[in-house]
């Protein structure tokens, strides 16, 4: 009897144990699988507006806060206070409920907004970002989708550009049977059958790296924001300084760059060898170590930036203007596709640059202010356990700022052929650049027979 009391009590006890996990509650500061988890179904659900990392911050209070209220509006008692709680994430995973198809119309600002505005993206009737506001341009763009089903004998829609709920089951789902060109209707089996409609890259273009011709152009010359692929051109010039081994200060300039930027990071009077800044500059795309690299080569920020420009233009990159050494955001910051597949080129011909381009794991030695270190870069592209790895890829930069969206450019060789992918604004995930990138390489080395 006793030992049944105990069988039960520890019955009760894991299942107390469960519950509580099952409710464990995510606020802000929190880190780890449980708050990527549910940055991830916010994500799904149109709610967040950042990749998933795990770190429970601002955006991820916004985007929590934001699926309350939407719903506090329908009458479910949410706190609206950017916490998920047991309610909260009991209704967040409810697929009868959170995953419905709400109507949307003109006016509207809510998670579900975006969430139509990425997939009117990915199908191309959408250009831009997803910004969760329905405007004109959502209009015009539901409106043109509802046209397209229309012209395929689908019945009971009418073009409004209002997306009700027949409007959005077609939009979410696969379109088979439809006479349209998506990323989603992409024939792998079939590399030349690509289309710029089947690239989720606003800009794009593949280039022959030894000939430099253009192999595929999708809006190749638009003025684009690179973001962070920005630091290829601070790569060549920072390896014009020489004297890689050379142990170097960091100069305050490393300190002042924007709050949300991203670091090496590197400190503010730490002394390392100066290549060591380079692989920073490329691995973690280190705002710090491209200001540094630029005032440890040019004497300050700005003569470095008049450098990267004279660069452009002895290069003959008309569509490109330099701000600053790191991409961030800037309206007189830009370029094109063809410009960076032309300034890659040009730079992969310096072994040295090669050498960091191509480097994903990098050993950072100790320093007067920390312990040593492994920088090591997270591209899924070049992960072999990754379902977006690509065995031909051999080095490249990604960029994203929320103007810039995803953007990369990559390098990749087979049997002597070797290409240059660049992709900007790609897509409405951090993943589609990968995709974009693979679909236009296997075009490249289809093209060229191996």
Not at 320 to 325: A, E, I, K, V
Request: with cysteine; proline share 2%; glycine share 8%.
């Amino acid at each position: 009897m006793m030992k049944t009391k105990r069988f039960f009590a520890l019955l009760l006890a894991l299942a107390l144990l469960f519950a509580t996990a099952s409710a464990q509650e995510l606020a802000s500061g929190a880190k780890g699988d449980a708050v990527e988890q549910l940055q991830n179904r916010l994500y799904y659900l149109g709610f967040l507006s950042i990749t998933p990392d795990g770190d429970y911050g601002p955006k991820t209070v916004e985007a929590v806060t934001d699926f309350q209220m939407f719903f506090r509006e329908k009458g479910y008692n949410l706190r609206g206070d950017g916490v998920a709680d047991e309610d909260t994430q009991a209704l967040l995973y409810d697929d009868a409920v959170a995953d419905a198809n709400y109507p949307l119309s003109q006016g509207d600002k809510n998670g579900y907004v975006r969430r139509a505005q990425r997939r009117l993206i990915d199908l191309g009737y959408l250009a831009g970002s997803a910004d969760g506001s329905y405007g004109q341009n959502t209009a015009d763009a539901v409106k043109a989708f509802q046209q397209m089903l229309i012209d395929n004998g689908v019945e009971g829609i009418t073009a409004s550009g209002e997306a009700d709920e027949t409007t959005l089951e077609y939009l979410y789902s696969e379109l088979l049977g439809f006479h349209i060109s998506t990323p989603k209707m992409y024939n792998e089996k079939n590399p030349l059958s690509l289309t710029a409609q089947n690239l989720y890259a606003e800009a794009a273009v593949l280039i022959d790296a030894d000939s430099g011709e253009i192999l595929f152009d999708k809006q190749a010359s638009a003025q684009m924001y690179p973001a962070s692929t920005t630091k290829v051109m601070t790569l060549l010039l920072g390896l014009e300084r020489g004297n890689l081994d050379e142990i170097v200060t960091v100069p305050a300039s490393a300190g002042q760059v924007p709050g949300d930027s991203s670091r090496m990071p590197v400190a503010v009077g730490e002394q390392l060898p100066y290549k060591d800044l380079l692989y920073g500059l490329m691995i973690r795309s280190g705002n710090d170590a491209a200001n540094a690299i630029a005032t440890l080569t040019a004497g300050s920020v700005d003569s470095f930036v008049e450098r990267m420009n004279q660069k452009a233009q002895e290069l003959g990159l008309s569509g490109t203007h330099y701000d600053n050494p790191h991409g961030y955001q800037s309206e007189t910051h830009y370029t094109t596709a063809a410009d960076m597949a032309a300034l890659t080129r040009y730079a992969l011909q310096n072994e040295q640059f090669r050498e960091v381009f191509e480097t994903h794991t990098y050993q950072v030695a100790a320093t007067n202010v920390r312990a040593a270190r492994t920088l090591q870069c997270s591209y899924k592209i070049f992960d072999d356990t990754s379902e977006y790895y690509y065995a031909d890829a051999t080095g490249g930069k990604t960029g994203y700022t929320s103007a810039a969206g995803y953007c990369f450019v990559c390098a990749a060789e087979r049997d002597g052929v070797s290409l240059i992918a660049v992709v900007f604004h790609s897509g409405t995930s951090g993943t589609d650049r990968w995709t974009d990138a693979a679909r236009l390489f296997e075009y490249g080395f289809a093209l060229r027979g191996v």
